[in-house]
């Protein structure tokens, strides 16, 4: 199961210069096997083309509820699935976060027996979320050329992850 911290990763994208990410192929170069893919972010004005898009390629997208600090929203329905994935026996989650805040979810993941990967740039990985995970994938090494979306003939891009 790939878990995406959608705002975290948009940050860290952004701060490497890097824009029109195909979520599905940056999905297959983390795990190959993921037995599903979530994609946890606020609800943004300008962003239905970018969910649309994700839905199509069978993301499951969960928005934040919260009405006043809406990223802690995104953080907390992401900690509470991660945990309820784990209880429910899933071997192995990939989540895409750098955030320290998800700390406690992953030792409590790890703690029912499933191996917690996380996925992140350097520069923008906690160190007490390294400590937790099982592993770690920096994406400073993921090959962009090919995780780029490419434009088909008549097709516009979905709004920039």
């Known amino acids: 199961m790939i878990l995406v911290d959608g705002s975290n990763l948009y940050f860290a994208l952004k701060a490497h210069g890097l824009e029109n990410i195909h979520m599905d192929r940056l999905a297959r170069w983390l ?3 993921a037995r599903g893919k979530r994609f946890y972010t606020a609800p943004f004005k300008g962003h239905s083309g970018f969910v649309e898009a994700l839905k199509h390629m069978g993301w499951e997208v969960r928005f934040s509820r919260l009405k006043v600090d809406r990223e802690k929203g995104v953080d907390v329905s992401l900690a509470v699935d991660m945990v309820l994935l784990a209880g429910r026996g899933e071997p ?6 750098g955030d ?28 007490d979320l390294v400590k937790a995970a099982d592993d770690v994938v920096l994406l400073d090494g993921a090959p962009w050329d090919k995780l780029r979306w490419r434009k088909a003939a008549g097709h516009a891009l979905p709004a920039a992850v």
């Open 92 to 97: 192995r989650i990939t989540l895409v976060s």
């Open 31 to 33: 795990d190959p096997n």
């Open 100 to 127: 320290t805040d998800l700390v406690p979810a992953v030792e409590a993941a790890r703690s029912l027996g499933t191996r917690v990967v996380v996925a992140q740039f350097q520069d923008a990985l906690g160190m």
